[in-house]
T-cell receptor, first 114, second 114 residues
Framework: NAGVTQTPKFRVLKTGQSMTLLCAQD?????MYWYRQDPGMGLRLIHY???????AKGEVPDGYNVSRLKKQNFLLGLESAAPSQTSVYFC?????????????FGPGTRLTVL | GQNIDQPTEMTATEGAIVQINCTYQ??????LFWYQQHAGEAPTFLSY????GLEEKGRFSSFLSRSKGYSYLLLKELQMKDSASYLC???????????????FGTGTRLQVTL
């Protein structure tokens, strides 16, 4: 099992450019999440999904869109990148039910917006 | 909303015991997680508490007092590889589809020295 994978690992964008970050999980998890991690801020939830075809806003959703067309994939889009979106982005997934329902994280995408 | 506090940095000696505290003020509570995150890597699950008391898992233990809004992570027999950030996260009672939404503290960076 690969667990949670993210593509790409690194990316540099210019202000105004767009891009899509791809998250894939092979654990058959129902729930998927996108976070950003900034120094001194901790992990903050951007958007999440409770199942295929459904998404919801998290704590910091502005400037981002998401889609969950397939259960195993969760895409994060930046339509017009801004320097404030320079961050490390983590995707995570978790089960529908279980003892802990802990979240499993991908390796992260380091994004720089110039 | 959720407010989570943890010390920013701690230093401890190899072989010693260290306690990392976490206090929280939440509008809802459905469990507290501790994650470990090595520099440049993804967070990985360490422990989970939902009832008051101590949960032990090898060298790591975690304690919860719901009435005090307080948890700690105890690391025994410290090793150099324990140098990492330790993230405290509180799970919400659930909203849309009972997703396992987490609010993270900013993390405690632990440095283990010889």
């Amino acid at each position: 099992n690969a667990g949670v994978t993210q593509t790409p690992k690194f990316r540099v964008l210019k202000t105004g450019q767009s891009m899509t970050l791809l998250c894939a999980q092979d654990m058959n998890h129902e729930y998927m999440y996108w976070y950003r991690q900034d120094p001194g801020m901790g992990l903050r939830l951007i958007h999440y999904s409770v199942g295929e075809g459904t998404t919801a806003k998290g704590e910091v959703p502005d400037g981002y869109n998401v889609s969950r067309l397939k259960k195993q994939n969760f895409l994060l889009g930046l339509e017009s990148a801004a320097p404030s979106q320079t961050s490390v982005y983590f995707c995570a997934s978790s089960r529908l039910a279980g003892r802990y329902n802990e979240q499993f994280f991908g390796p992260g995408t380091r994004l720089t917006v110039l | 909303g959720q407010n989570i506090d943890q010390p920013t940095e701690m230093t401890a000696t190899e072989g010693a015991i260290v306690q990392i505290n976490c206090t929280y003020q939440t509008s809802g509570f459905n469990g507290l997680f501790w994650y470990q995150q090595h520099a440049g890597e993804a967070p990985t699950f360490l422990s989970y508490n939902v009832l008051d008391g101590l949960e032990e898992k090898g060298r790591f233990s975690s304690f919860l007092s719901r009435s005090k809004g307080y948890s700690y992570l105890l690391l025994k027999e410290l090793q150099m590889k324990d140098s990492a950030s330790y993230l405290c996260a509180v799970r919400d009672v659930g909203s849309t589809g009972t997703a396992s939404k987490l609010t993270f503290g900013t993390g405690t960076r632990l440095q283990v020295t010889l």
